[in-house]
């Protein structure tokens, strides 16, 4: 169960989130078991094409074969006919997802009679937006939870939006919620606002009373009569119990309910949100590899995490792992979950520079505490390959001056120590509680030995941007320039939080200056080692991202330029 980390799901290894049969199948991992053995299918098309890559064996019913002892069966706006069918064709123990295609009228009464009626218990039900038979679904919300649905509702109200009808909408629903949240949870209509929506429900077949015990130890411990250890939400459930007071639990909770989001673009991974009982915070954040191709994302991080903890066992703010679970089938990784507010959704005009002051301190913290000796090969790890990838590749981009004139500077740059950098830390990955203490996720990318002043450099850009509304205005270099600028306001919250970082940790202005070259070096590097390194040669034009970065690797000369112009 708790293995090292590497490889899984063979049987998708060739397909990528965007592939509309990987993504039509993501409800699998609100199943016990994400990967059954046997399954049937009541419903042709692209779901059971979906069906036939996450299980083992898949029969389309009506088929020769048949039998009593599948993992799974899956349909579309079963009849009674039908739900008697699948009860009749699954092992005891096993489960079966269904879709019900609903209007605004709908109770969700209807559905779970219908299947305790028909032989199912274990009853669990979904509202997936957008529907999944017309899109990818990007969120599947457990309407039965009533802690899962506040937070989707708060979480909600804090995105901001310039539709002030859709703003009045989400108000509304917070408002009703509070005062009627039994009205919301037997009416998801009032949760989607649309007028057809789909209802995923998951439920079991009922297991024979001489063979029972209580409902959530067979459905948590047993796959049909097997004992499986590697069942996700049994591992998800202990962890739970096994870690109550360390996750903020007042009691040890009697059940879990997970919300799953799907959109995590190039990340290719699925989120799950794991709830203890009715509490609105979730106490678990489960990440899971959709594809084999996808684990390198999910397993870096967990291998990062455990290394930081492993040397630097007291730092505040980070995650630990609490479980990875790699079993040939499944790869996923859990973290507590970090309560509180992103910073870009805290930052004001008001209180930017003591909020950017705040996460430099908490940066000088993480130095501090994780700096390293610098050891004798670490150009090689560091700067070599950056400068041995980056100057043939931008020799058509650049001047023969302005590639000499970056290897002169980083070349140049002597460090007396290497620190712990995340290589990510945008305004989105820090969060801050109500305290005002800050917690950083996303480790994917970091690194134990990195650049000192790299993170502060790449943070302070990213908030520049979001005052500056820059994605919007694509005026990125422009907005750089600004932020250099030490007689502008941006300047000068740049240039405060950047003195008092190199002077806590006396790092020299030259050394500043070789830096913030590196940094953007080094952004543009990991970008085209991650979207190249499968192609046989690295061609241009780079995507937006990678056209932002080389941006902005042009203006630092520039700027260096000028300040050497000035200083003679």
Not at 145 to 173: D, P, Q, W, Y
Not at 204 to 210: E, G, L, M, Y
Not at 235 to 240: A, E, F, S
Not at 299 to 326: H, K, M, W, Y
Request: aromatic residues 8%; charged residues 20%.
């Amino acid at each position: 169960m708790v293995s090292s980390l590497g490889q899984s799901i063979s049987r998708i290894s060739f397909s990528h989130s965007q592939h509309p049969v990987v993504r039509r199948a993501d409800w699998r991992f609100l199943l016990d078991n994400p990967t059954p053995q046997r399954s049937i299918v009541f419903e042709g098309g692209l779901l059971a094409e979906a069906v036939s890559m996450i299980s083992a064996s898949t029969i389309v019913s009506g088929s020769n074969q048949s039998g009593d002892d599948h993992d799974l069966a899956v349909a579309v706006n079963p009849t009674e006919k039908i739900l008697a069918t699948i009860n009749s064709s699954l092992k005891p123990g096993g489960f079966c997802y269904l879709e019900w295609q609903v209007n605004n009228f709908f109770h969700t009464s209807t559905i779970k009679n219908q299947l305790t009626s028909s032989g199912f218990d274990y009853i669990k039900l979904y509202l997936a937006m957008p529907t999944p038979d017309k899109i990818y679904t990007d969120i599947w919300i457990p309407i039965d939870s009533k802690g899962a649905v506040e937070f989707t509702i708060v979480e909600n109200l804090r995105v901001g939006t310039n539709n002030h009808i859709k703003h009045l909408a989400k108000i509304m629903r917070y408002l009703l919620w509070k005062i009627w949240p039994n009205l919301l949870i037997a009416y998801p209509y009032l949760l989607s606002s649309k007028r057809k929506y789909t209802i995923a429900s998951i439920a079991s077949k009922c297991i024979p009373t001489h063979r029972q015990t209580t409902r959530q130890h067979i459905h948590n411990n047993m796959i049909g009569n097997k004992i499986n250890d590697d069942n996700l939400y049994q591992i998800i459930d202990t962890t739970i119990k096994n870690e109550w007071q360390y996750l903020g639990l007042k009691s040890k909770p009697d059940k879990i309910s997970a919300l799953m989001l799907c959109n995590e673009g190039s990340k290719d991974q699925i989120i799950l949100y794991i709830f203890a009982d009715e509490i609105r915070i979730p106490s678990l954040v489960v990440k899971i590899a959709r594809t084999k191709d996808s684990i390198p994302v999910v397993s870096s991080e967990a291998t990062n995490l455990e290394s930081i903890q492993a040397r630097f066992p007291n730092l505040e703010g980070i995650p630990r792992v609490l479980f990875c679970i790699d079993d040939g089938r499944l790869f996923a990784q859990a973290r507590p979950y970090v309560n509180g507010v992103p910073f870009s959704g805290v930052v004001k005009e008001r209180n930017r520079l003591e909020l950017c002051l705040r996460v430099t301190s908490w940066l000088i913290r993480l130095a501090r505490n994780t700096a390293t000796d610098v050891p004798p090969d670490w150009r090689e790890s560091l700067i070599d390959p950056v400068l041995s990838t980056l100057t043939p590749l931008f020799s058509s981009k650049l001047s023969r001056d302005q590639l000499q004139k970056t290897c002169q500077k980083v070349s140049s740059l002597n460090l007396s120590y290497l620190v712990c950098e995340h290589r990510d830390l945008s305004p989105w990955n820090i969060i801050i509680d109500h305290e005002g203490k800050i917690g950083v996720i996303d480790w994917e990318v970091a690194r134990l030995n990195g650049l000192p002043a790299a993170d502060l450099i790449l943070f302070l850009t990213y908030v520049n941007y979001h005052f500056d509304k820059t994605w919007e205005k694509q005026n990125f270099s422009e907005s750089y320039r600004n932020m250099l600028d030490i007689s502008t306001p941006a300047g000068r919250i740049f240039n405060e939080c950047m003195e008092l970082y190199s002077s806590k940790l006396n790092i020299s202005k030259s050394e500043i200056d070789s830096i913030r070259l590196l940094t953007w070096l080094g952004q543009l590097y990991r970008r085209i080692d991650r979207d190249y390194k499968s192609a046989p040669e690295i061609k241009l034009p780079l995507n937006e991202d990678e056209n932002i970065t080389l941006a902005l690797w042009e203006v630092e000369l520039e700027t260096q330029k000028t300040l050497n112009c000035t200083q003679r």
